[in-house]
């Protein structure tokens, strides 16, 4: 059954089941420890050719964020995207602070309701547009109470016409209900994927009529088996990778190395998520569309073949009602 289209939440703005996350292709960028924020080296030319390849084979949902290679990707998807606006819908984040001069990105963000509009402003420049369809804020962990403030300062940009709607990319559902509130809030960016399940805040987007935007919809390539082949778990991890040198937040790898316990979740499911000759990546954003109406995963793709190989999950659509319930049995979680 082929998934054609979603919403984003309540806004109604329709986007394709499959969106582009545009982190990698910001290139390599770093905290101010000199530790990899991004995924390593890229091809700023292959990844307009993976973004407007996707786009010819109907993704029209592009995520990225002012941060992701400090700026650099959102020119980059700017320049691919340059004079297709209209048949695409843009989505980015602002709160982290960062010097494009040195590639790094400041300990301390900026949550603030003055930075965001100067936040928004620089976005629009760097992608080549008057306005976005999405503006998320990107600090997780940001208390409530600063949420209620750009709440109404999103609301202020919608009004103006300098956004269609907003969200929190945040894994906290006290922070994700303080901007479900705002009449134009339409999404929540999570982590959930099939090894990690998020039921609090996939039942809370569907409640409200948010779009659940999936990041992480791979578990950062656990999910593709690409680093399931060399003996131990071990991958071929380049540098400036952030899984080479992860931080504490990220757990699927330790040491540049793919965590057993993940490895072993992955082959428990491998068989389900193969089912009808997909590979393990399309199997598991089957999994997500299956599992969740609100739910649009972002995978990950910074070159033509990732975006052929994804966008090919639409074809295939949802898995079963009955593979879902036996992922579950398979995790141990029910």
């Not at 924020?37 to 002012?66: H, Y």
């Not at 992860?246 to 998520?273: C, Q, S, T």
Request: proline share 6%; hydrophobic share 40%.
């Amino acid at each position: 059954m082929t998934t054609t289209q979603r919403v984003l939440g309540r806004s109604g703005i329709a986007v394709s089941p499959l969106g582009f996350g545009c982190w990698a292709i910001g290139g390599p960028w770093q905290d101010t420890e000199g530790l990899p924020l991004g995924w390593g080296a890229v091809d700023d030319e292959e990844s307009v050719r993976a973004v407007r390849r996707a786009l010819e084979l109907g993704v029209t949902f592009f995520d990225t964020a002012d941060c992701y290679g400090t700026g650099h990707s959102e020119e980059v998807l700017g320049r691919a995207l340059k004079g297709r606006r209209e048949e695409v819908v843009l989505a980015s984040k602002w709160g982290n602070v960062f010097d494009p001069a040195t590639g790094t990105m400041a300990r301390d963000p900026d949550v603030s309701p003055g930075y965001v509009r100067r936040a928004l402003t620089a976005s629009l420049r760097r992608l080549g547009t008057d306005h976005l369809d999405l503006y998320q804020f990107h600090i997780g962990h940001a208390p409530p109470e600063v949420g209620e403030e750009l709440r109404e300062v999103c609301e202020e940009l919608v009004a103006e016409g300098l956004i269609r709607a907003y969200g929190w990319s945040t894994d906290f559902p006290d922070r994700a209900k303080v901007f479900a509130a705002g009449e134009h809030c339409a999404s929540v960016q999570l982590n959930c994927n099939v090894l990690e399940d998020a039921p609090e805040l996939l039942a809370l987007c569907e409640a409200e009529g948010l779009a659940a935007i999936n990041r992480g919809p791979l578990a950062m390539g656990v999910l593709t088996g690409k680093y399931d082949s060399v003996p131990g778990g071990g991958a071929s991890l380049s540098p400036g990778d952030i899984r080479a040198e992860p931080p504490a937040w990220l757990r699927y790898f330790r040491d540049g190395r793919l965590e057993p316990v993940w490895r072993a979740k992955f082959e428990a499911v491998r068989d389900v998520l193969t089912s009808a000759g997909r590979t393990p990546a399309q199997g598991a954003l089957a999994w997500l569309w299956a599992r969740s109406p609100a739910a649009v995963p972002i995978p990950g793709i910074r070159t033509v073949a990732q975006a052929e190989q994804n966008a090919a999950a639409m074809e295939f659509g949802p898995l079963t009602a009955e593979q879902l319930m036996d992922i579950e049995r398979l995790l141990g979680r029910r």
